[in-house]
């Protein structure tokens, strides 16, 4: 019987949250992929066969961050998790010696498959859709409703709509129903996305215990 090895991936990032999606869009197939290593801000050894960093809010795109990573020289694969870059931006992270670029729109079996082709030597850029990100992030906050927010503070919290429900006295059919809307007004397709969305622009910061 032949043992699959996996792929190790350590995650790189400055907001718990997003390291908590990530892990938890991998956990399935952790017969494949296994993370090894989970860091919160500032940058500690690591070893690993792939690294996701995400360099929201850092300088020149990530640029530093991901050229520090590649510096450890313990992780074979360095490759920058993003919402969305220009080609010109993907080519400087790539020349700067990232194996990869990957877009945070990509589904968990993306994702996961992205990782795997990392780990064989290939080289993988990809660019968030347009239409995945285009509905209200411009200059200003998205229009969402007192309910809205509240509803996505629970689900920030890791509440299932469920709990939901019961935290806000709503049927979970009903709880479905703003949940969907959250996720095209987030211009995201799954939960961890939409926990990672919120995050990065701050929504969840303005509401006590988010």
Partial sequence: MNVVEKVTVAILDDVELVVAGLKAMLEPFHD???????????LHPVIADVALVDAYGHPDAGMQ??????????????????????PEGAADIIEAGAAGVLS???????????????????QVIEHAADEVFAPVWTDSSPELSSRDVEILTLVAKGYDNAEIGGELYLAESTVKTYVKRLYQSLGVHTRAQAVMRAVELGLTRHHPGA
């Fill in 32 to 42: 494949r992929i296994q993370v090894v290593n989970t860091q919160v801000g500032p």
């Fill in 65 to 86: 961050r991901v050229q520090d990573v590649i510096s450890l020289g313990t992780v074979k694969n360095v490759a920058l998790y993003t919402w969305r870059i220009s």
């Fill in 104 to 122: 945070k729109g990509a589904s968990a079996a993306r994702l996961a498959r992205s990782i795997e082709l990392l780990n064989d030597g290939k």
